[in-house]
């Protein structure tokens, strides 16, 4: 049976310069654990190097005599001296663990160092024939750790009481997961700080996949610097996804994003939560060279941050949501411009925190002209856009999305000029193929025609929304498939108290021309939320009876006791017989 | 007109936009440790990495039976109803809920040691997003359990004695902290 990996030997990478004080920020001191030889890396920059850096010369010349090691057993804690003077060129004294005598004098810096561990992946171990099938015993490592990579940190750090076996195991984790509010309720953050440090010490891993950080930083620089190293750590490790939010508690001090997250070469996914947090300008090339995936959450944002998306040069997915809050500052405005070639996903969306003040919503009105959205991106494919005010957004060369989903939000200031620009906007997306659109309040006379739609979801929310849906399945003569999702206050009410004529708007009249896609293409619908009115059934007839090519229905109902019911009524169709009808319950 | 019911992996698809009525896609076989012999549609099963490798790899003519020897027949219908679920998805564009909802009834009904099994299974098979939402099923379990139900849990037996259990804690002193009902 292969070991795929030994629990023995000191933790590989031993994270020296938090406590030397001769070390100038931000520079750290690193054993190379093949060799045991110290040697400095600068994050920032990402130059290592052996000679110490120039550091500058204290005023309190002091002697460093305690072990910055207080949580590690003694007989493992290094045994560093510090001189008081200026620092000297390296001798074998100021390594603590080496393994050989010789005095490096290569003025070459190293490369980053990969020890061959064997860390465990998800593939299994190759079983035998024959072996005794007892699984749950027999779960191999790396799937326990694989199992662990789920917990939040702490959790999985709990797990060495288990047994001997379960000891070491959580130190191969992969996905690191620290959250000052969840994992420490009481709010001690020096204990939290002990903890990440303790965590990075013992890993073993020495690629992390996933690294999550939820954090509140009080209001003074040296607050900040643990957020700044832990991630430095996390990108040494070669990180492939970063979740980052970090809190403020009390206003004038702004965060820093650390740099060091800059030209991660690994970094894949970067998730921030931009709240108060200065963005440092980038190196000028080379940054952030192989994220794909952004999302990004601001939170009132300012103009700083039009030109945010400038850094991501091969980003492939983006999600923006923009949050403004009541407090938000009326006079600042922002362009994000997002101009990337090989966007193919793109998702905005905006919540306003809103007041049921009518003067706060002509306050609004002034500061929303303000803030412009520009998209520029010749491969987008899939785009999602949830209550963004039209005014403010310009889609460049729409005609390559392929799947879009609108979701829409009419705002009192743009009434007048909404339909036109929703019409602006449908009939650049027109070439699309998958189509998705829900709260529009707008007449269906302002669509443009969809050639190439083959699968349409609409949420209707209003009773007007019937003839939309007619006019619509008029402009889309090759659709294949509907699917609606009938989301009505006013039905609900009308059924609960079962007055369906009290309502003349519900009562439905077929239109007076067969939608073409009707009659030729579609195959498939089906309705979600369907409650059993008369005007409803009266839908479902009308379809069942001109699709001609309709070869499912399913209706999703939260009512199924009434199946029966249904059933019995649409039998008198004959139509039914070449088309399969089926009632499942709702679940969502 | 009744409710259609999908018990075996070998029912025809339901229509969509792109399917034929006609199913004319080639089957791949497969028969696992207590002899049951299942058909996969192919692009069900190429979800399946080892069946992929198998079969692609080695160019292997699809009429050989592909032996599974460390799959029970009922996870074998599992892994075949969430592949299937998920192929089914991921034509559509706005599938996220209704694999929400399908991933809840999915393990609704397993019991923790089935769910293990399955895990161990999906692994064997090289099922990457399957494992994924099994691993993380089981660690929704074990989140907020006392150190005991984790031992029983994984058939875990505890071999430390009283002084080296105290050691252990002692490693991490703040890790073992009682902040909230967690492996305590």
């Given amino acids: ?64 005599q305690q072990y ?22 390296l001798s074998t004294s100021h390594a603590p663990i080496c393994a050989s005598p ?78 000052l509010y969840r994992d420490r309720p009481d709010g001690q953050k020096y204990l939290f700080e002990r903890f990440v440090e303790f965590v990075f010490l013992r890993l073993v891993s020495l690629d992390i996949g996933k690294f999550r950080l939820r954090y509140a930083s009080a209001s003074w620089e040296g607050d900040f610097s643990h957020v700044d190293d832990w991630v430095s750590v996390a990108v040494w490790r070669n990180v492939v996804e970063l979740d980052l939010r970090i809190f ?79 407090s938000y500052n009326f006079y600042s405005n922002f362009n994000l411009k997002v101009s990337t070639p090989e966007l193919k996903t793109l998702k905005l969306s905006m919540e306003r925190e809103e007041r049921r003040n009518y003067e706060m919503e002509r306050d609004y009105g002034g500061t929303l002209k303000q803030n412009h959205f520009c998209v520029d991106a010749p491969k987008l494919e899939n785009l999602d856009l949830v209550q963004i005010p039209l005014s403010n957004y310009i889609l460049e060369n729409p005609k390559s999305v392929v799947n879009a989903s609108i979701a829409f939000k009419s705002l009192a200031e743009e009434w007048s000029s909404f339909p036109d620009l929703a019409f602006q906007l449908l009939t650049g997306i027109s070439n699309v193929k998958c189509l998705s659109l829900s709260d529009h309040p707008f007449e269906a006379s302002n669509l443009p025609v969809f050639g190439n739609l083959n699968q349409l979801k609409l949420v209707l929310r209003n009773c007007s929304s019937w003839e939309f849906l007619a006019a619509l399945l008029h402009r889309t003569p090759n659709l294949e498939d509907l699917d609606l999702v009938l989301e009505d206050e006013l039905l609900f009410y009308a059924q609960r108290t079962g007055g369906e004529k009290d309502y003349p708007e519900l009562q439905w009249t077929p239109p007076e021309l067969v939608p073409n896609c009707l009659s030729s293409h579609l195959k498939t619908i089906s309705i979600r939320g369907f409650k059993g009115l008369q005007f409803e059934m009266k839908v479902v007839k009308y379809m069942l009876l001109n699709g001609c090519h309709l070869n499912k229905m399913t209706i999703y109902t939260s009512m199924l006791e009434k199946e029966e019911e249904y059933c019995r009524d649409l039998l008198s169709f004959q139509r039914v017989m070449t088309c399969q009808v089926e009632f499942r319950e709702m679940q969502f | 007109m009744s409710t259609s019911t999908d018990n075996n992996a070998s029912i025809t698809q339901e229509s969509g936009p792109s399917a034929a009525v006609q199913d004319i896609q080639k089957k791949i076989v497969v ?96 099922v990457k997003y399957l494992l994924d939402f099994l691993c993380q099923a089981v660690s929704e379990q074990i989140k907020n359990k006392d150190v005991d139900y984790v031992r029983e849990l994984f058939g875990v037996e505890n071999d430390f004695n009283d002084e080296e259990y105290e050691q252990v804690k002692a490693e991490a002193p703040w890790a073992h902290e009682n902040l909230n009902n967690d492996l305590h």
Wanted: with cysteine; aromatic share 12%; proline share 9%.
């Fill in chain 1, 248 to 326: 403020y508690v009390a206003s004038g001090y702004l965060c820093r994003l650390p740099k060091s997250i800059f030209w991660c070469k690994t970094l894949k996914v970067l998730k921030l939560w931009i709240e108060d947090i200065a963005i440092p300008d980038p190196p000028t090339k080379g940054c952030f060279p192989s994220l794909k995936v952004l999302h990004v959450t601001l939170i009132d944002p300012d103009d700083k941050l039009g030109k945010l998306l400038s850094y991501f040069p091969v980003v492939e997915d983006l999600s923006i949501h923009v949050q403004m809050r009541y």
């Fill in chain 1, 68 to 89: 910055p090691y207080p949580w590690l057993p003694r007989y493992d804690r290094p045994q560093l001296q510090y001189s008081h003077q200026y620092p000297e060129p």
């Fill in chain 1, 102 to 179: 010789c005095i490096p004098i290569a003025v070459r810096a190293p490369h980053p160092v990969t020890v061959p561990i064997n860390y465990p992946r998800y593939r299994s171990l190759i079983r035998e024939e024959g072996e005794d099938r007892d699984r749950i015993s027999e779960l191999p490592d790396d799937l326990i750790c694989h199992i662990l990579s789920f917990l939040p940190t702490i959790t999985a750090v709990r797990t060495t009481v288990l047994s001997k076996r379960w000891n070491k195991l959580w130190t191969f984790v992969r996905h690191l997961d620290f959250d």
């Fill in chain 2, 31 to 126: 028969r696992t440790a207590d002899g049951e012999v299942f058909n996969l549609k192919e692009e069900v099963a190429m979800e399946i990495d080892i069946i992929k490798t198998f079969f692609q790899e080695d160019s292997i003519s699809y009429e050989t039976v592909m032996p599974l020897p460390n799959v029970e027949g009922w996870e074998m219908v599992k892994v075949i109803e969430y592949c299937t679920k998920h192929v089914e998805l991921k034509h559509k564009v706005d599938g996220y809920k209704e694999r929400k909802a399908f991933q809840a009834l999915f393990v609704q009904n397993l019991s923790t040691k089935s769910l293990l099994a399955l895990t161990n299974t999906a692994n064997y098979l090289e």
């Fill in chain 1, 1 to 64: 049976m292969v070991e795929p990996f030994s629990f023995t030997g000191p933790p590989s990478i031993i994270w020296v310069g938090r406590y030397d004080p001769t070390l100038p920020r931000p520079w750290k001191g690193l054993i190379d654990p093949s060799t045991g030889w110290l040697y400095f890396w600068n994050p920032e920059t990402n130059v290592t190097q052996y000679e110490r850096p120039s550091a500058p010369l204290y005023h309190h010349q002091f002697q460093l």
